[in-house]
């Protein structure tokens, strides 16, 4: 049975495409406004929408002082037709415009430090690029040393630009806290059992290598250790994905997070901290979140070679004009022209627009986009790996066949056994009580009830002697049983209890975690996409080879040990193959974060949530292929706008660097604010008809 907390999908973990942070303060890199934290008690969410706020603040504030800027520029009353002029004015213009360029400007100026710092400019670099050259030579032509001012470009740049993040940024809100939730997951506290006998409860950080700790029912087990008294069985699907809880006995293992089961256990400490199990799943998901590459989203790839273009086009400008025997301010004039206008206003507004509307779209579809980048990049998809337990199949077991033995009536056989087993906790009497619910059968009160530890229950339910066993128990009394059907059931990894009524045999019946109706069609849907579809499970390879045979499924890897998970996901990225991950549990993190795209399933731990780029809210295999298709369409959508951005640029450059100046043409900066404001409108139009698929 798997446990999993169903409050874990909150839109609040949605991590920020533009920054991840880990454990170690490390920051990763996506593109985008900057933020420098050291790691320590912050909230990340809070940190983050005041990060959202001061991009609001900046981008209010900014334009409130662009309106004066705009009325005190000389090229927007030329255009207007209007005149303002009084001693002082370009003073004020200059005094206005230094505010805009250094507040609205500076987190766009400390970004593209970061971005030079890793030799990978991109959207920020663009920007600081038009605006420092806009901002230096408009400076200059207020004291004389120029002609033209572009301080209103300068400013509604900035203000757009501003506009642009602030959207996007609010369409994505959130922060990844995957090693902080792993955390949570280990006990704080355990019950040592000190030399006299007696229980204490004292931190697990305290714990040492041969200390004893009872760990009761129901508990999470504190450390990685041995059992040397008691036996229970423990749920470990959270950490391994096995989906039966494993009986253990004495000298047998047990693993720090596990669930314990109905028997109280003592338990000889084996490994603390560090070499804890959960200790080295932490490590994976921090050395992976580290190495996850610094893909940079579509507008920033687009923006990189803008500012590649922007330099060349710039010297090449100044360099021609010269050559051919103009003054350097002239030749000065139409390079800080082309510079200017390479970096084009929609160009902030293309993409941000886009995942604006992507990201609500995917909401209402149950899909929270975590990770831009990764989630762009889902529309390359060659191969999806499922987790078994609790992905494909439900994580709980349910009744697939009932072989009745000795003529008895099936649905009496079923009220027996089922008023037994509803004494019990275990998943597999869950299984067989929800099959007579199912039925309408009702259940009685028995009036005896014995647990029988590692071979089943006994009692007396309607005056008769019920059991119901394990096939131990089976064969240790000599009981006859139809052993060609057991065999065939067995084989397909399902689970057999034995029923007998007044100790003679009277049914057999079969559980197996049930495989959910919707895995089949999100299967089909990849075979018709030609996307391979691999299973890679912790669980035997009998249930798993049972599981790809009812589904039809491409590829399966089984009995695949929680910390080779994510090795097997980088043998399959090593076939040249981009791959996703779907999982939900503990062990299926360090896969998530190694996958190109991580998809944690809602009803899954928080730590896959946190490790996960994109989660389904409604723990639906079919939702995979809707993120496939919404990366697509958003893809699209998202070339198109590029295209009208940076198509004004294709036309703008060449003009503004003089390229028609023989036939008496050079576009006017008036000129260009048209073509940019109207490149701007359509971007804005064609992102708001974007409605998904």
């Known amino acids: 049975m798997k446990h999993s907390k169903g409050h874990s999908h909150h839109s609040t973990h949605g991590k920020d495409h533009e920054n991840t942070y880990h454990q170690d303060g490390h920051h990763e890199k996506h593109g985008g406004y900057q933020e420098h934290e050291s790691h320590g008690g912050h909230d990340h969410h809070d940190h983050h929408a005041h990060m959202v706020e001061d991009f609001k603040k900046r981008f209010y504030i900014s334009l409130g002082v662009t309106v004066p800027i705009l009325i005190l520029s000389p090229i927007i009353q030329e255009f207007f037709n209007f005149h303002i002029d009084f001693t002082g004015d370009m003073f004020i213009l200059f005094l206005l415009s230094t505010f805009?360029?250094?507040?609205?400007?500076?987190?766009?100026?400390?970004?593209?430090?970061?971005?030079?710092?890793?030799?990978?400019?991109?959207?920020?670099?663009?920007?600081?690029?038009?605006?420092?050259?806009?901002?230096?030579?408009?400076?200059?032509?207020?004291?004389?040393?120029?002609?033209?001012?572009?301080?209103?470009?300068?400013?509604?740049?900035?203000?757009?630009?501003?506009?642009?993040?602030?959207?996007?940024?609010?369409?994505?809100?959130?922060?990844?806290?995957?090693?902080?939730?792993?955390?949570?997951?280990?006990?704080?506290?355990?019950?040592?059992?000190?030399?006299?006998?007696?229980?204490?409860?004292v931190p697990v950080a305290d714990l040492k290598q041969g200390n004893q700790v009872l760990v009761k029912p129901g508990e999470k087990v504190p450390v990685d250790g041995i059992i040397v008294k008691g036996h229970s069985s423990i749920d470990e699907s959270m950490l391994t994905g096995e989906s039966v809880p494993v009986e253990k006995n004495i000298d047998e293992g047990v693993i720090a997070g596990s669930i314990n089961g109905e028997g109280s256990i003592t338990v000889k400490v084996d490994k603390t901290g560090n070499e804890s199990y959960l200790s080295q799943v932490v490590n994976m998901v921090k050395e992976a979140q580290e190495s996850k590459s610094r893909t940079q989203d579509l507008s920033n790839r687009a923006a990189k070679w803008l500012f590649y273009v922007a330099l060349a086009a710039g010297f090449s400008t100044l360099t021609i004009w010269l050559l051919i025997g103009y003054e350097f301010s002239y030749a000065l004039e139409r390079m800080v022209t082309v510079m200017v206008i390479a970096c084009p206003h929609a160009l902030g507004l293309a993409a941000p627009?886009?995942?604006?509307?992507?990201?609500?779209?995917?909401?209402?579809?149950?899909?929270?986009?975590?990770?831009?980048?990764?989630?762009?990049?889902?529309?390359?998809?060659?191969?999806?790996?499922?987790?078994?337990?609790?992905?494909?199949?439900?994580?709980?077991?349910?009744?697939?066949?009932?072989?009745?033995?000795?003529?008895?009536?099936?649905?009496?056989?079923?009220?027996?056994?089922?008023?037994?087993?509803?004494?019990?906790?275990?998943?597999?009497?869950?299984?067989?009580?929800?099959?007579?619910?199912?039925?309408?059968?009702?259940?009685?009160?028995?009036?005896?009830?014995?647990?029988?530890?590692?071979?089943?229950?006994?009692?007396?339910?309607?005056?008769?002697?019920?059991?119901?066993?394990?096939?131990?128990?089976?064969?240790?009394?000599?009981?006859?049983?139809?052993?060609?059907?057991?065999?065939?059931?067995?084989?397909?990894?399902?689970?057999?209890?034995?029923?007998?009524?007044?100790?003679?045999?009277?049914?057999?019946?079969?559980?197996?975690?049930?495989?959910?109706?919707?895995?089949?069609?999100?299967?089909?849907?990849?075979?018709?996409?030609?996307?391979?579809?691999?299973?890679?499970?912790?669980?035997?390879?009998?249930?798993?080879?049972?599981?790809?045979?009812?589904?039809?499924?491409?590829?399966?890897?089984?009995?695949?040990?929680?910390?080779?998970?994510?090795?097997?996901?980088?043998?399959?990225?090593?076939?040249?193959?981009?791959?996703?991950?779907?999982?939900?549990?503990?062990?299926?993190?360090?896969?998530?974060?190694?996958?190109?795209?991580?998809?944690?399933?809602?009803?899954?731990?928080?730590?896959?949530?946190?490790?996960?780029?994109?989660?389904?809210?409604?723990?639906?295999?079919?939702?995979?292929?809707?993120?496939?298709?919404?990366?697509?369409?958003?893809?699209?959508?998202?070339?198109?706008?590029?295209w009208w951005a940076t198509g004004y640029n294709i036309i703008a450059i060449p003009l503004a660097a003089g390229i028609l100046y023989p036939i008496g043409i050079v576009l006017s900066p008036a000129v260009g604010a048209v073509l940019m404001s109207l490149s701007t409108v359509v971007v804005a139009i064609n992102a708001q008809l974007f409605k998904g698929n």
């Open 100 to 201: 805009v360029f250094f507040y609205g400007g500076w987190p766009f100026l400390t970004g593209m430090v970061d971005e030079v710092k890793v030799k990978n400019p991109g959207m920020m670099t663009l920007i600081a690029l038009a605006i420092v050259v806009a901002y230096g030579f408009s400076s200059l032509a207020v004291f004389g040393l120029a002609e033209k001012n572009f301080f209103w470009e300068l400013a509604t740049l900035i203000d757009i630009m501003l506009l642009g993040h602030w959207i996007e940024m609010k369409s994505v809100m959130g922060a990844s806290r995957a090693l902080e939730e792993l955390v949570k997951l280990m006990p704080s506290e355990a019950h040592l059992i000190n030399d006299k006998g007696e229980t204490e409860d």
């Open 353 to 642: 627009l886009v995942v604006a509307r992507s990201t609500a779209i995917s909401a209402k579809k149950g899909l929270l986009i975590r990770n831009r980048a990764s989630f762009e990049g889902a529309k390359n998809l060659e191969a999806i790996v499922f987790d078994k337990t609790g992905t494909l199949t439900e994580g709980k077991f349910g009744v697939t066949d009932i072989i009745m033995e000795n003529d008895h009536d099936e649905t009496e056989v079923l009220q027996l056994i089922a008023s037994l087993e509803n004494q019990s906790e275990h998943p597999i009497a869950h299984g067989i009580v929800e099959e007579a619910k199912k039925r309408e059968i009702s259940l009685k009160s028995p009036e005896e009830f014995e647990y029988m530890t590692g071979k089943g229950l006994v009692g007396k339910v309607d005056g008769k002697e019920v059991s119901g066993v394990s096939p131990g128990y089976v064969k240790e009394n000599n009981l006859t049983y139809n052993t060609e059907k057991f065999e065939q059931m067995s084989e397909e990894g399902k689970t057999v209890i034995f029923v007998l009524i007044e100790n003679k045999l009277a049914a057999m019946i079969a559980l197996a975690d049930q495989i959910r109706d919707s895995a089949k069609r999100a299967i089909d849907k990849l075979k018709e996409m030609d996307i391979r579809s691999i299973m890679l499970t912790g669980d035997n390879h009998k249930v798993a080879q049972w599981v790809a045979k009812q589904i039809n499924l491409d590829e399966v890897y089984a009995e695949v040990l929680p910390d080779q998970k994510a090795d097997k996901i980088k043998e399959i990225k090593g076939k040249n193959l981009k791959v996703a991950m779907t999982g939900d549990g503990v062990n299926d993190a360090p896969a998530l974060a190694n996958a190109d795209l991580g998809i944690a399933i809602g009803a899954g731990t928080d730590v896959a949530m946190e490790t996960a780029d994109v989660i389904l809210v409604k723990s639906n295999p079919e939702d995979v292929v809707s993120i496939i298709e919404l990366s697509k369409t958003t893809y699209r959508k998202m070339i198109q706008n590029l």
